[in-house]
């Protein structure tokens, strides 16, 4: 399967502090990249999905002025969590899908823990 | 997209066969029932997917019912390595892109 890697793989950061995590598809081009957001002992949440050089569509209930999406390029995308507050602290995930084909199977990135003190 | 029901946990001995099942009634005809698996710390690992007919892979066999209203997910000799949190998504094709979303999921436990 696809090869997403995700850096950093884990991050502590001030309250108040901006981080940002790197999303990138190493083995193909993804057109779409999607955001996904893990609580402790919960399932996925999907935040937002992006399309290359167009803005990120944001799943209802998602600010995204305080998640800043970016898909500058067709092998990587960025979610900058600004003005990180401990409620940010989770399990921040990406996928990747190819060029959009019906079959085409969405492949996940390792996963960066945030943790905001 | 259609909603999914599956248990919340299972056992299975480890070298037997675990059949996970998933309810899917609302599906629809251009959907496709997909599996995935996360196990602790990890992002999810694209498992299998069919739309009509069975499926199988190195990984896992994919059971779709005729009248595709549920599926089993068949991992035909589980390991230790096989403990994991298992999502089965149905998934539909509109609007250019196709999300994923994940319920629940069953947390299958191989014990020894």
């Known amino acids: 399967g696809a090869v997403v890697s995700q850096h950093p793989s884990w991050v502590i950061c001030k309250s108040g502090t901006s981080v940002k995590i790197e999303c990138r598809s190493l083995?193909?081009?993804?057109?779409?990249m999607f955001w996904y957001r893990q609580f402790p002992k919960q399932s996925l949440m999907l935040m937002a999905t992006?399309?290359?050089?167009?803005?990120?569509?944001?799943e209802q209930g998602v600010e995204k002025d305080k998640f800043l999406i970016n898909h500058a390029s067709l092998t990587l995308s960025t979610l900058t969590v600004t003005s990180a507050h401990p409620e940010d602290s989770s399990f921040y995930i990406c996928?990747?899908?190819?060029?959009?084909?019906?079959?085409?199977?969405?492949?996940f990135g390792p996963g960066t823990r945030l943790t905001v003190l | 997209d259609a909603k999914t029901t599956q248990p919340p946990s299972m056992d299975c001995a480890e070298g037997r066969a675990a059949n996970l099942p998933c309810n899917h009634s609302?599906?629809?005809?251009?959907?496709?029932v997909y599996w995935y698996r996360q196990i602790h710390s990890q992002g999810p690992q694209y498992i299998i997917h069919g739309l009509k007919n069975n499926e199988t892979n190195e990984m896992a066999s994919l059971i779709i019912t005729e009248d595709r209203k549920s599926s089993t997910l068949i991992l035909p000799h589980a390991t230790l390595r096989d403990t994991a949190v298992y999502y089965c998504i149905v998934r539909s094709f509109s609007g250019g892109y196709n999300k994923l979303i994940f319920g629940a999921g069953t947390r299958l436990a191989v014990h020894p």
């Open positions: 992006s399309n290359e050089g167009s803005k990120a569509t944001y």
């Open positions: 996928s990747d899908m190819g060029m959009g084909a019906p079959t085409d199977t969405q492949y």
């Open positions: 609302t599906i629809s005809g251009n959907e496709y």
């Open positions: 083995d193909f081009q993804a057109t779409t």
